[in-house]
């Protein structure tokens, strides 16, 4: 059980385009989902988290209006990377809290973004 | 002080060795700790929760600290495939009543033949 999917798990696009990446928890309902970042040889760097049926709350950094963040049902977030540029280029990875923060955490396969 | 520290290695161990890994946190007030693997470009995986009476799953043991602060991860008779970084995540209860989920920047271990 427990199962987070994250689509797709790889993408190359241009410069200037957008990108969406969903996550999906599969067999639980997840009220908060977590969107990663990581940089090669680096650790996890957390964007945002996002709560289902309201706004996401950005960490220190992150532009919200660049990273836009959708969790609209208890299953699904959906983080779109506008007008992408090379330095967009990352490992986006998501997570899902199954219950509570006592809970641990389940991440998705991750998506490596190619921005070209 | 950083929420939660690790110390980023690298262990160099000989397969069969034993190696621990600690990591420290600074809220007295945390409840949930975790150990997560993470393979070289993958997502981290979870490797087991920690209780505060300390458990051990296999060849990997857990163990809390509350005094000191800090939670413990010991492998026993390292294999090749454990060769990966080691996250350890604490709850971090947040002034407003809410919480949050905290990762180290992880520990590589690297085991050879």
């Known amino acids: 059980g427990a199962v987070v999917s994250q689509h797709p798990s790889r993408v190359i696009c241009k410069s200037g385009t957008s990108v969406k990446i969903e996550c999906r928890s599969l067999d639980f309902q997840a009220t908060t989902m977590f969107w990663y970042r990581q940089f090669p040889k680096q650790s996890l760097m957390l964007m945002a988290t996002s709560n289902e049926g309201s706004k996401a709350t950005y960490e220190q950094g992150v532009e919200k209006d660049k990273f836009l963040i959708n969790h609209a049902s208890l299953t699904l977030s959906t983080l779109t990377v506008t007008s992408a540029h090379p330095e967009d280029s990352s490992f986006y990875i998501c997570?899902?809290?199954?219950?509570?923060?006592?809970?641990?955490?389940?991440f998705g396969n991750g998506t490596r973004l190619t921005v070209t | 002080r950083k929420e939660v520290e690790q110390d980023p290695g690298p262990f160099n161990v000989p397969e069969g060795a034993t190696v621990a890994f600690n990591c420290t946190y600074s809220?007295?007030?945390?409840?949930?700790f975790f150990w997560y693997r993470q393979d070289c470009r993958k997502e981290p995986k979870l490797l087991m929760s920690v209780y505060s009476s300390g458990n051990e799953d296999g060849r990997f043991t857990a163990q809390l600290n509350r005094a000191s602060q800090y939670i413990s991860l010991l492998i026993r008779d390292s294999k090749l495939s454990d060769s990966a970084t080691y996250l350890c995540v604490v709850n971090v209860p947040l002034s407003t009543g809410f919480q949050k989920l905290v990762f180290g920047t992880g520990t590589r271990l690297l085991v050879s033949p």
């Open positions: 809220n007295s007030a945390s409840q949930s």
């Open positions: 997570s899902a809290l199954q219950g509570n923060y006592n809970s641990p955490l389940h």
